[in-house]
């Protein structure tokens, strides 16, 4: 069996909701792979369809050669998951969180012990094992979710959104847990909605919006598929953001805006098309804090796949009023 996963035309209706809507994917034994998409995609459905948590409505899938309908208790029992939301319980220590679920799944006394010790290491949480969870910060509450999920060594892993509203660090730490479990040979599917996290991770990616796979590939293959680069802008005012855009649509190129309003990406045929922008950028009296010209985040893939960036971010080339519309001339 090659497949960790199998999909094929998943469907999964609420109501007139199609929340997945025909998706086919197969997943690697062996493979991190990044379900990407913004809120809403279907991350989590796809999911809890694997984990067997729901049903279906159309289509088939397979998980460790298992059909998710037919043989959902053989699923059920090579997996683990570790959802969006923290799964441990509030009112317990981290170790007693840990024996208790090592318990109710099976192990012995002193098989639970032994794991117990072996995921405290692993996931650095030895020093608050004794505490209280709800105690515990954000990124701390998520090591123990995923060392929770680890209890029984499952073949395949899945990781939703692990680590939406953590801090950098937690972050990191987060990331270093996944790489780990990786190279120990579990297979990982891992949903999310940062383009770094799954660029990092993932060997290769399906990018989800509205229940539909709209591309699939490795990190460099999506990026590949938007032109040769892009070229990152750093605006010395922000309100200038949307005379830029209009700028750069008069030469043929969709200038993209970022979270940050100073900072405009342009994807770029080559690099010598950054000069001309550049020319016409300064001559409008538009000035730069900073520019860079290299590869595309998947950010841009994003965009250029499907007209809007993964956060909903709306183009600013093409005919709007700027920004900030308040600052009156005088
Ligand atoms: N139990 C449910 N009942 C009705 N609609 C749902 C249910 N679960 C998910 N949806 C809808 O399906 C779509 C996909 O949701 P979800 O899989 O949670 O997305 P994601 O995890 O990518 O944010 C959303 O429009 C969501 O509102
Ligand atoms: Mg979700």
Known sequence: MKHAIETQDLVKAYGATRALDGVSLQVRRGEVFGLLGPNGAGKTTFVRLLSTLIRPTGGRASVLGHDI???????????????????????LTGRENLMLLARLLGLSGREARSRYGELLDAFDIAGAANRQVSGYSGGMRRRLDIAASMITRPDLLFLDEPTTGLDPRARADVW????????SGTTILLTTQYLEEADQL?????????????????????????????????????????????????????????????????????????????????EQGIALVDFAYGQPTLD???????????????????PQEPAAATEVSE
Not at 79 to 87: D, E, M, N, R, V
Not at 256 to 272: F, G, K, N, S, V
Not at 300 to 309: D, R
Request: net charge neutral.
């Open 202 to 282: 993932a060997e290769r990616i399906a990018v989800i919006d509205h229940g539909r796979v709209i591309a699939q590939g490795t990190a460099a293959q999506l990026k590949a598929r938007i032109g040769s680069g892009v070229l990152r802008l750093t605006l010395h005012d922000r309100d200038d953001a949307a005379r830029a855009g209009t700028i750069a649509a008069g030469l043929g190129l969709a200038a993209q805006m970022q979270e940050d309003p100073r900072m405009l990406t342009i994807p770029l045929p080559d690099a010598d098309a950054a000069l001309p922008l550049l020319a016409a950028l300064a």
């Open 300 to 318: 841009a893939v994003f965009f250029a796949l499907t007209g809007h960036g993964a956060q909903g971010e709306a183009p600013v080339s093409g």
């Open 176 to 183: 270093a847990i996944t790489r780990r479990l990786a190279r």
């Open 69 to 91: 309908v037919a043989d959902a208790g053989k699923v059920r029992a090579r997996i683990s998951l570790t959802g969006q939301f923290a799964s441990v319980d509030e009112e």
